[in-house]
């Protein structure tokens, strides 16, 4: 069985942040989006994954999966973004004749994938098996009918739900979702969607299985989804302290990464500070990841998510619920008159507390 990752989509509902990087290569507990989906296939024992990208992520993709020594990547290119069912066309020779697991590359299940993958390897007749998951509100979302142990119906956001069954960001199939991409024919908007490949399929007769997912599971679209499955993932924090510390408070787990240096400072976990960071009278609050060569003087910071390299001085406002990127620079001015000073990129997002 081999694994299928795609990572070529334009993440454009989290730009800035993804205007110079891919949204897969975006840090959650301080490790790349894509890690989580590779990690979750390595330990059902696949090891041979492709990952499809565009022409614009390929190359940082391919940097963030070096570390993996055992897993052999083939990196498949999508030049247009027509859909999940065109990404598997595009990747039909790598696949070969095999089964496989297909995983979004942004997308996080709290247990892995080992039952769901188990669901379809218990039935030797199973064409496809998807993830499921109950959501108040599918409407933007593909959704599942189910009658006893089979899917009979897919829509992808559909207007009037036929069911909370929402389809999770991870499918296995054989062979045959082969044939129905071959014959399946583009939507209103040009793109070839995998519901509609399975619904082929069902409508063929194929058996379709579904697989209720066990614990959380985030779909990391928006920053707010990137925040809260940061916060999902420190629940699970262990404090470990390596790094140089001097007259901090600490309390919570709380991983301090060696190499890193926090001095003056009060630090209320789970929190992760990477190495190489600077941290000098601050107060490192709650669900708060810092990155790799962080700066952090005289500021204060809460549920927040600080990407490598950056540079936060002297804030008389707390920073909370925040999404920064890798190599920003966030400085406070006591100069009058009382003023701010942006230079903010397109698509950006800013919230200015008024006095």
Known sequence: MKGLILAAGLG?????????RPKPTIYVANKPLIHYGVQDLIEVGITEIGVVVNQVTAE??????????????????????????????????FLGDEPFVMYLSDNIFEKG???FLEAFNTDSDVNAALALVPVEDPRALGVAVVKGDRITQLV???????????????????????????VLEPGAKGEYQITDAIQLLLDSGGNVRPVLVDG?????????????????????????IEGEVENTQITGDVVIESGAIVRDTTICGPAIIASGAVIENAYIGPFTTIGKEVSIFE????????GNRTRIKTIETRLQGSLIGEDVEICGDSSQPNTHRLIIGDNSKVTLQQP
Do not use: C, M
């Open 156 to 182: 992808e956001k559909p207007e009037v739900p036929p069911s909370n069954l929402a389809i999770a960001g991870v499918y296995v199939f054989d062979t045959s979702i082969h044939d129905a991409i071959e």
């Open 299 to 306: 500021a204060e910071l809460e549920y927040t998510v600080v």
């Open 60 to 93: 940082a993709l391919k940097e963030v999966l070096t570390g993996f020594s055992d897993t052999n990547f083939e990196f498949i290119l999508q030049n247009q973004p027509k859909g999940l069912a065109h990404a598997v066309k595009v990747s039909r020779e």
């Open 216 to 240: 959380w599971w985030k779909d990391t679209g928006k920053a707010e989804d990137i925040l809260d499955a940061n916060r999902l993932q420190l629940l699970n924090l262990r404090r470990r």
């Open 113 to 115: 994938i080992r039952d």
């Open 12 to 20: 454009t509902r989290l730009r800035p942040i993804t205007s110079l």
